[in-house]
């Protein structure tokens, strides 16, 4: 009876194990704009609301959510207009046709991430406002002047940054393109992919937006595995 009830033991922590939830939390990270997250006061950029100690809300609510936003639950915030007449995205002379079109990205998660991260959305208002009943809306401050989020320019243009709101495969089996994996060898490799057909490369393909990311890189910026050695990068670049 001790035997069995030891070999019961060891199964169901081997079995905790195996379901435990990562150890990165968005709570107290950069994500979380609540008035009690210190990680949020931290470095150049400083973004948090003052009066109001809730993680969640400040992206999703419970009543009141976006129902057009399909690809994030109770959608809480206002989207900025990401089509390719408000926005200019990444080019190059070695940019594959395939890599180039952007026709997936106002379905992406492009517009939900720009919403804080275009440099003049973070305080636009909220669909539920926090913590107010009497619906006014409650302030991200933002303590460093001048952030600009990705947008460094301010003119809109995502130039400098890497291709979203693609179908990978249609890159990685064009004729130009030699330098890719697979799409199945890159999702084995750590990358994750979105849409219809789960092969869109979004922003989420490299940032897991409710997880911090890995102590080896710092905790940011919510890579969805090291870049130590370019390991990221490498998930889909075959170099």
Same mark, same amino acid.
Request: with cysteine.
């Given at each position: 009876m001790v035997r069995i009830g030891v070999v019961f033991l060891l199964v169901c922590l081997a079995a905790g194990a195996a379901w435990a939830t990562p150890s %990165?939390?968005?709570? +107290?990270?950069?994500?979380? &704009?609540?008035?009690?997250?210190?990680?949020?006061?931290? %470095? !150049?950029?400083?973004?948090?609301? #003052?009066? =109001?100690?809730?993680?969640?809300a400040y992206c999703h609510t419970p009543h009141k959510g976006d129902l057009t936003v399909t690809n994030a639950p109770l959608w809480n915030r206002t989207n900025p207009d990401v089509t390719t007449a408000a926005y200019d995205y990444y080019d190059s002379p070695t940019l594959t046709a395939a890599a180039r079109g952007v026709a997936a990205v106002a379905n992406s998660d492009v517009p939900l991430c720009m919403s804080c991260h275009d440099g003049t959305s973070l305080t636009s208002p909220l669909k539920n406002p926090v %913590? $107010?009943?009497? *619906?006014?809306?409650?302030t991200i401050q933002q303590i460093s002047a001048g952030s600009t989020g990705l947008l460094l320019d301010? #003119? +809109?243009? &995502?130039? *400098?940054?890497?291709?979203? /709101?693609? @179908?990978?495969?249609?890159? @990685?089996?064009? !004729?130009?393109?030699? +330098?890719?994996?697979? &799409? !199945? #060898?890159?999702?084995? +490799?750590? !990358?994750? =992919? =979105? /849409? #219809? /057909?789960? $092969?869109? &490369?979004w922003c989420s393909s490299c940032h897991a937006v409710h997880n911090p990311g890995l102590a080896a890189d710092n905790n940011i910026p919510f890579l969805r595995k090291t870049n130590a050695g370019s390991a990221l990068c490498l998930a889909c670049h075959d170099k």
């Open positions: %990165g939390k968005i709570s +107290n990270s950069a994500h979380d &704009l609540s008035s009690s997250s210190s990680y949020a006061r931290q %470095g !150049a950029e400083q973004h948090f609301e #003052t009066d =109001f100690d809730r993680v969640c %913590g $107010n009943h009497d *619906n006014t809306f409650t301010g #003119t +809109n243009s &995502l130039t *400098n940054d890497h291709p979203v /709101g693609f @179908e990978y495969d249609a890159a @990685e089996t064009d !004729a130009a393109e030699s +330098n890719l994996h697979p &799409l !199945a #060898t890159a999702k084995t +490799n750590g !990358a994750a =992919f =979105f /849409g #219809t /057909g789960a $092969n869109e &490369l």
